[in-house]
C-alpha cells in the first residue's frame, strides 16, 4: 500500500462523511482498515462541514460495528465546497479523496480541482454522465500533468457494468462483438427505495440532456469501429425473455461509461470495441402502466423550472415512493439485491470477425447486494485500495478515467468477488 508521510497523514479522506452514502461508507472503511494487515495499515479521516455532525456519524459507526475506538481514533477534517481553502487543506492530508457530495453537477467540480491541484487522487459514485464527461474534457490533461487519477462512477453506476463487460471479454474465447445486460433488482416485503439525492441528479440530468449532446461534440471522437454484425437495438419497452418481465432501456450512466472505456482500449490497447445496450427490468404489467404514467409526467415537468422545484421538494409522491427524502429503512437494504446478466455475442478464435454472423456466445452475470448503497460503498472503497496497492498498473502516469479504464490491468475483479459483488460465467440458455 502507498505510504503514508507526517505531511499526508492519510491514505483515505471522506468528504461528505455526514451524507446518506457517507455514512455507510464510513463504515465500510473502518471494516477494511480493521481487515488490514496489522489491523490498522490503512489510515484514513472523515471530513465535511459540520464537526458535530461528523462526530455523530462516528459515534453511530462505533455502535453498530462495535468498535469504539472510532469515537477517539478518527480524524475529523472540516471542508466545505464552497470554501477552496478548506477544500485544499483536506485534499493536502490525503493520498486519496473519495467524494460523496451530490449532486456532482453542483458540487463535485471544486473538490476535481482541488485534489488535481493539491495531488490528492479523486474517486466518486457519480452516475451523471455531463459531469462524467466534462470532468474528462476540462481536466484530464490537467490531472495528467500532476500525476493525479481522477476515477469517476465508481459506485454500482458503474463498476458493476464497466467490469462487467471487461469481465465478459477476458472469460470470451475469441473476439467479442457485441454485449446485451438486463439489470433485475429484487425486494423484500417492504419493497425498495432510494434517497433523494439521487432523485435530484436523475431530474437535473434529464432536464440539461441537450449540454450532453453538445459537450460530446467537443471531443471531436470519430466513431468506434464495428466489428462483426450490428446489433439492432430493441424498442422502448419489450418483455425479455432472458430475465421473465417487461423490460426498458436502462437510463443510467452505464451505457455511457462503458463506450467511454471500450474507446479508451480499443485507441490505446488497440482492443477490439464492444457494442453494448443496456436494459432493466420493470416487472409485470402493472408496473408498466405505473412506469408509462409516471415516466410520461416526469418527462413533461423536468422541462420546467417550476416542474423540476415540484419534483425535487415531492420525491416520493411523483416517485410512486421509489425515492424519499428519508431514504430507505435498514430492512429494504437488508432484503434487496442485484443482477446484472450480459448475453455477448462474437466469433471463435480462429474465426475472422469481418466474415459472416457471430459464431459463438457467451453469458455472464454480476451479483450483489442492494444496488443504491451496499454495492455502490463496496465498489468505491474496493476501488479505492485497489489505487493504493496497485498504482503502477493504473494507465499512464494520471488523468480522468472511467473504472475500467483505470483499472482494466488490476485485481479489483478479484478484490470486489471477495466482498459483495460476484462475477460469474452462466450457461446460455
Not at 462524467?132 to 454500482?156: N, P, W
Not at 412506469?291 to 422541462?303: D, E
Not at 450480459?342 to 469481418?354: I, K, L, Q, R, V
Not at 459464431?359 to 455472464?364: D, E, F, L
Request: hydrophobic share 40%; glycine share 10%; charged share 20%.
Amino acid at each position: 500500500m502507498a505510504s503514508v508521510t507526517s505531511s499526508r497523514p492519510y491514505h483515505i479522506i471522506i468528504f461528505g462523511a455526514t451524507g446518506f452514502t457517507g455514512q455507510f461508507v464510513v463504515e465500510e472503511v473502518a471494516r477494511c482498515a480493521a481487515e488490514s494487515p496489522g489491523g490498522g495499515s490503512l489510515k484514513w479521516a472523515v471530513a465535511g462541514r459540520s464537526r458535530q455532525r461528523l462526530e455523530e456519524v462516528l459515534k453511530q459507526a462505533a455502535g453498530r460495528l462495535s468498535m469504539p475506538e472510532l469515537r477517539t481514533d478518527i480524524e475529523i477534517i472540516v471542508a466545505d465546497v464552497s470554501i477552496e481553502e478548506s477544500l485544499a487543506i483536506m485534499c493536502q492530508q490525503g493520498l486519496v479523496i473519495l467524494n460523496c457530495v451530490g449532486p456532482y453537477r453542483f458540487y463535485g467540480e471544486p473538490v476535481v480541482k482541488a485534489c488535481i491541484a493539491n495531488g490528492a487522487h479523486y474517486i466518486d459514485i457519480c452516475g451523471e454522465p455531463q459531469f462524467l464527461e466534462r470532468m474528462q474534457l476540462e481536466y484530464h490533461t490537467k490531472a495528467l500533468d500532476r500525476g493525479v487519477y481522477v476515477i469517476g462512477s465508481c459506485g454500482f453506476d458503474s463498476i458493476p457494468a464497466d467490469l462487467g463487460i471487461l469481465y465478459t471479454q477476458r472469460q470470451f474465447k475469441g473476439t467479442l462483438t457485441a454485449v446485451e445486460s438486463f439489470l433485475k433488482i429484487s425486494s423484500g416485503s417492504e419493497g425498495m427505495s432510494g434517497h433523494d439525492a439521487t432523485w435530484q441528479s436523475a431530474v437535473y440530468g434529464f432536464a440539461d440532456s441537450g449540454s450532453l449532446r453538445q459537450l460530446r461534440k467537443k471531443f471531436g471522437h470519430k466513431p468506434l469501429p464495428v466489428v462483426g454484425a450490428k446489433v439492432k437495438k430493441r424498442g422502448f419497452m419489450f418483455f425479455s425473455k432472458e430475465i421473465g418481465q417487461y423490460a426498458i432501456p436502462f437510463m443510467g450512466s452505464d451505457p455511457s461509461v462503458v463506450k467511454r472505456t471500450q474507446r479508451f482500449l480499443h485507441e490505446e490497447e488497440q482492443q477490439s470495441p464492444v457494442q453494448y445496450s443496456a436494459y432493466v427490468g420493470v416487472g409485470g404489467l402493472f408496473s408498466v402502466v405505473k412506469l408509462l404514467c409516471g415516466g410520461l409526467l416526469f418527462w413533461f415537468m423536468v422541462k420546467f423550472s417550476l416542474g423540476r422545484k415540484l419534483l425535487t421538494m415531492f420525491p416520493s409522491f411523483f416517485s410512486f415512493g421509489l425515492f424519499t427524502k428519508s431514504g430507505p429503512t435498514m430492512k429494504q437494504i437488508e432484503d434487496t439485491c442485484f443482477s446484472l446478466t450480459f448475453f455477448g455475442e462474437g466469433y471463435s478464435e480462429g474465426t475472422d470477425p469481418t466474415q459472416g454472423q457471430p459464431n459463438a456466445k457467451i453469458c455472464t452475470q454480476v451479483i450483489g447486494a442492494e444496488p443504491g448503497y451496499v454495492a455502490t460503498v463496496s465498489a468505491m472503497v474496493q476501488a479505492a485500495i485497489t489505487l493504493l496497492n496497485e498504482l503502477h498498473s493504473l494507465p499512464r502516469r494520471g488523468g480522468v478515467y472511467t473504472p475500467g479504464a483505470a483499472f482494466h490491468k488490476t485485481s479489483l475483479i478479484d478484490h470486489l468477488h471477495n466482498h459483495s459483488i460476484k462475477f460469474s460465467v452462466r450457461n446460455y440458455q
